[in-house]
């Protein structure tokens, strides 16, 4: 029931920077914890980062002090700011959120349908 739609990816250069947005749309009472998975050719899916609804954030150690999560909860958005870049950052990045939807009472996971980020040397 919930919907979430990604933008920003793209080809750039190594030590270039990107933003990534995520915007939800549905019958949503609340959308709470948000965050960023990434997963590269190969290998396993992995968490990168997340926000809490009150505003605490996580970060894998491979991006933790280059990249950076915020949310606009008027807007129902999550972003993922991503300095200097590294080859090996490239990958699919997915988004996530946890909702509680029309007519339940119970937080359910959603996905969105990813977007490519390719870092070049």
């Known amino acids: 029931q919930v919907q979430l739609v990604e933008s920003g990816g793209g080809l750039v250069q190594a030590g270039g920077s990107l933003r990534l947005s995520c915007a939800a749309s549905?019958?949503?009472?609340?959308?709470?914890?948000m965050g960023w998975y990434r997963q590269a050719p190969g290998k396993e899916r992995e968490l990168v980062a997340q926000?809490?609804?009150?505003?605490?954030?996580m970060y894998d150690a491979t991006v933790k002090g280059r990249f950076a999560i915020s949310r606009d909860n008027a807007k129902n958005t999550v972003y993922l700011q991503m300095n200097s870049l590294k080859p090996e950052d490239t990958a699919v990045y997915y988004c996530?959120?946890?909702?509680?939807?029309?007519?339940?009472?119970?937080?359910?996971?959603?996905w969105g349908q990813g977007t490519q980020v390719t870092v070049s040397s």
């Open positions: 549905g019958s949503t009472f609340s959308i709470n914890r």
């Open positions: 926000i809490s609804s009150g505003g605490s954030t």
């Open positions: 996530y959120a946890w909702a509680v939807v029309d007519g339940s009472t119970n937080l359910g996971r959603y």
